[in-house]
């Protein structure tokens, strides 16, 4: 439980200080993505490290996160929940941190990471493992989102967007931005 919460206010700590120095502010976004880069980055991690481990992985995935939502624009794809920085990029941080940073005097029934002494068997390992799962996870994806395309389709109208889906799909509205309701 330790390793949980230093690698999320780890995580934390640096992106808004990565936000900071990029953007001139710190966000409250920020705060809340980092604490979740740092409970995803040690989560693979979290029962083969120590504290230490915990503190370096958040560090790293707070910055690397922080950067890599930032990078979704120049890359141009849509990703309006971060799930690509804040859990892709997060995870593979993780199992790599294994490889690293993982210790038999944590866990008995693990093995030693690069850092501990155990050489580089674990850590070739969790970059296979990471190949293997980003394979799969593309493949499924692939099939799942041609199969929406060619079903109901991915994108709405674009006059359905700007009225609002809500509106358009729903015919109400959870938040009223204009000032004009009357409902109460």
Request: charged share 15%; glycine share 14%; hydrophobic share 50%.
């Amino acid at each position: 439980m330790i390793n949980t919460q230093i690698a999320s206010a780890a995580a934390s700590m640096t992106w808004v200080l990565f936000e900071k120095y990029r953007d001139g502010k710190a966000t409250t976004l920020g705060v809340a993505s980092g604490a979740i880069a740092g409970a995803v980055v040690i989560t693979p991690a979290c029962g083969f490290i120590n504290p230490i481990g915990a503190l370096i992985l958040g560090l790293i995935a707070g910055v690397a996160g922080s950067y890599a939502v930032s990078r979704k624009y120049k890359f141009g794809y849509d990703d309006s929940l971060d799930v690509v920085g804040v859990h892709g990029v997060s995870g593979i941080i993780g199992m790599i941190g294994i490889g690293l940073f993982a210790t038999v005097t944590v866990n008995a029934a693990g093995k030693d990471g690069l850092l501990s002494g155990g050489g580089t068997d674990l850590l070739g390992r969790q970059l296979i493992a990471i190949i293997v799962v980003a394979l799969f996870s593309f493949c499924a994806t692939w099939l799942i989102a041609k199969a929406i395309s060619l079903t109901i389709g991915f994108r709405v109208l674009a006059d359905d967007e700007i009225t609002g889906l809500d509106t358009t799909y729903h015919a109400e509205s959870a938040y009223d931005i204009t000032g004009n309701s009357n409902r109460y």
